[in-house]
């Protein structure tokens, strides 16, 4: 039984950082792992992703240079460091199993943590 937990949310000033943990356990985690977030009332929309080989992926228009992806393999874990956050970056912040396919779309992933709230003020 795969189990991801999401950590790292909370509230932020607008210009801060947060940095999310996923820790996996019950899989391979040698495979790719994603990002996601949704908003209220939106959408959730492909943030990064990461293989197992350690290629990455970003949405560029959510990004813009400020998050960086990265695991660590012996903790079981990816990151998302977030800097110089934005009101607009207020979701929840999911992340997930990559199966097959395109790393950027979510039908390619198929387990998902529970997600955690990362709210910015302005």
């Known amino acids: 039984q795969v189990q991801l937990v999401e950590s790292g949310g909370g509230l932020v000033q607008a210009g801060g950082s947060l940095r999310l943990s996923c820790a996996a356990s019950?899989?391979?985690?040698?495979?790719?792992m994603g990002w996601f977030r949704q908003a209220p009332g939106k959408e959730r929309q492909f943030v990064a992703a990461?293989?197992?080989?350690?290629?990455?992926?970003y949405d560029g228009d959510i990004v813009k240079g400020r998050f960086t992806i990265a695991r660590d393999n012996a903790k079981n874990t990816v990151y998302l460091q977030m800097n110089r956050l934005e009101p607009e970056d207020t979701a929840v912040y999911y992340c997930a199993t990559h199966k097959d396919g395109r790393y950027e779309r979510r039908e390619s992933y198929d387990n998902w943590g529970q997600g955690t709230q990362v709210t910015v003020s302005s």
């Open positions: 990461i293989s197992g080989s350690g290629g990455v992926w």
């Open positions: 019950g899989w391979t985690f040698s495979m790719g």
